[in-house]
């Protein structure tokens, strides 16, 4: 671990912050459908050509091979220059699908996968969740039939997403019924053009579709899109969520202290005063929240249970800074759509990635050592 900035560190600074000051786009972002993917795939793309796409994957694979400190350097400007967030419907195939195919996939998939994801060609969605498979995701009922050389898929998948403007899925279903919970399931490349997908965007309470339900009807998957190994999908899944639960995220969390200060400098609190204080407040969490990104960053054994510790965190603050956005701006936020949507959208972070209750769970047991119940 390096705790020191070196002036090779400092070059690198400069050299993101000059770069993000004349590529970040002045249009904001368009919330969801077709404009959306548009916007995104055009940031990614103007990224990938500046040589800042991929940064922390390995130069083999199109990437810059960045070390953790430099990611947070990038992040830091990232976030300071107010860039699109990351978590735009690139996230899963810059953040998970891509590591997880340079982890476990074949040769031909990662030749084929990997420059369209990091040049901004291709969108992906991750199909996880199904009406009754969410905290307990080894009881996924969408099921595989092996026939021949290709797999027949039939059920449902549930909050995907991006699932409407999406090119591919990391798709996990039960590919061996005789198989029970963790084993005998498999974590397919879904083109989502196939014939006999349906996909039905879901409208949430800010008015956007950023999620959809999706319904496979006899859809034909080649053998070859399998990663990680047939009947053994359980363990591609899991470096699936381990991508997304340890450092995927930084982006994100280092924004909530520029959230902070926007609404510091909106506020304009008077000294002493209770505002005042809340603002402080949120501002030493935010500050502590990025001492713990980094420290996860910089830990070489970083586990899935840091990554809860962080979720947790995250997901419970950035709550509190949407609701101090409502309760200090008042009449001026309802009429202000950024914070009105970040205070609905706000509800979400303690479900998505895993539920607040089940973060918990995994600190208790794994970090506090305390007897599962
Ligand atoms: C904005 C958003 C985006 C999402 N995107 C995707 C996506 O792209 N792909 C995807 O696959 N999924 C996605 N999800 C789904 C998400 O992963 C699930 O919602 C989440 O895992 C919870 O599952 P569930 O909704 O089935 O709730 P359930 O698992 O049914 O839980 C219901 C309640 O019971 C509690 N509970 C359940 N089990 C326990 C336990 N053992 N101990 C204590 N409490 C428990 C939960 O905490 C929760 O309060 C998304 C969700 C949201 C909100």
């Known amino acids: 671990m390096r705790l020191d900035i070196t002036e090779d560190d400092e070059c690198f600074r400069r050299a993101a912050r000059d770069w993000?000051?004349?590529?970040?786009?002045?249009?904001?972002?368009?919330?969801?459908?077709?404009?959306a993917r548009d916007y995104a795939l055009d940031w990614l793309a103007t990224c990938h050509a500046g040589g800042w796409s991929g940064l922390g994957w390995p130069r083999e694979y199109g990437g810059q091979g960045a070390p953790g400190e430099k990611l947070i350097l990038w992040y830091e400007e990232y976030v300071r220059a107010r860039a699109p967030s990351v978590l735009d419907c690139t996230?899963?195939?810059?953040?998970?699908?891509g590591p997880t195919l340079i982890a476990l996939g074949s040769d031909a998939q990662k030749a084929f996968h990997l420059?369209?994801?990091l040049e901004g060609r291709s969108v992906w969605c991750q199909g996880f969740s199904e009406p009754g498979a969410g905290s307990d995701l080894a009881s996924l009922a969408a099921t595989g039939r092996v026939e021949g050389d290709e797999i027949?898929?039939?059920?449902?998948?549930?909050?995907?997403?991006?699932a409407d403007i999406a090119d591919y899925q990391e798709l996990l279903i039960r590919t061996d019924p005789d198989q029970d919970r963790h084993r005998g399931l498999s974590w397919v490349i879904c083109d989502m053009t196939a014939p006999g997908i349906t996909v039905r965007p879901i409208r949430n309470?800010?008015?956007?579709?950023?999620?959809a339900e999706v319904f496979y009807d006899d859809v034909r998957i080649p053998l070859?899109?399998?990663?990680?190994?047939l009947h053994d999908g359980w363990r591609t899944a899991m470096t699936t969520l381990g991508f997304e639960r340890r450092t995927a995220?930084?982006?994100?969390?280092?924004?909530?202290s520029i959230k902070v200060e926007?609404?510091?400098?909106?506020?304009e609190p008077a000294p002493g005063s209770a505002t005042a204080e809340r603002l402080a407040d949120l501002r030493a969490e935010a500050a502590a929240l990025r001492a713990m990104t980094y420290r996860t960053v910089f830990r070489d054994s970083a586990t899935s249970s840091d990554g809860s510790l962080m979720r947790l965190v995250f997901a419970e603050l950035a709550q509190r800074i949407a609701q101090a956005s409502m309760d200090i701006l008042g009449a001026e936020a309802l009429t202000d759509t950024p914070p009105t949507h970040d205070y609905l959208e706000a509800y979400s972070e303690t479900i998505a990635g895993g539920t607040a209750e089940i973060q918990r769970n995994i600190i208790a047991e794994r970090i506090l050592g305390l007897p599962r119940s």
């Open 249 to 256: 995220a930084m982006g994100v969390q280092l924004a909530l």
């Open 262 to 267: 926007d609404l510091i400098a909106r506020a």
């Open 205 to 211: 309470m800010a008015g956007v579709t950023h999620f």
């Open 224 to 229: 070859s899109n399998v990663v990680g190994g």
């Open 20 to 35: 993000l000051a004349d590529n970040v786009p002045a249009a904001p972002a368009p919330y969801d459908g077709q404009p």
């Open 152 to 162: 027949v898929v039939n059920g449902q998948k549930i909050w995907t997403s991006f």
């Open 115 to 117: 420059p369209r994801i």
């Open 91 to 97: 996230f899963v195939a810059v953040n998970h699908a």
